[in-house]
């Protein structure tokens, strides 16, 4: 059981088939409600999908996040605005 508002990371779509969701660098989808037999899962794009509660995810680790937030304050000038 994982408590509610984890972060999660390859996320199937349907039991033992494969990860679908949230496979990329910095695309996380959170747990909002668990059911006994199903979750509702929260996607990067802020939709909701109800889903089973038998399908294999990867909880985040709080360093991840960390290591994320840190990443995307860092930005790089182009060319065009240093000269």
Known sequence: MLPLGSCLKNV???????????QAFGSFCFLRRQFKRYC??????????????????????????????????FSLKKAGFSR
């Not at 199937?12 to 949230?22: A, D, I, Q, T, Y």
């Not at 939709?47 to 038998?54: A, C, E, T």
């Open 12 to 22: 199937e779509h349907l039991p033992l088939k494969g990860p679908v969701f949230s």
């Open 40 to 73: 509702l899962i929260q996607f990067p794009s802020k939709h909701y999908n109800l889903l089973s509660s038998y399908n294999l995810c990867t909880p985040c680790p709080d360093f991840q996040l960390k290591n994320l937030q840190s990443f995307s304050e």
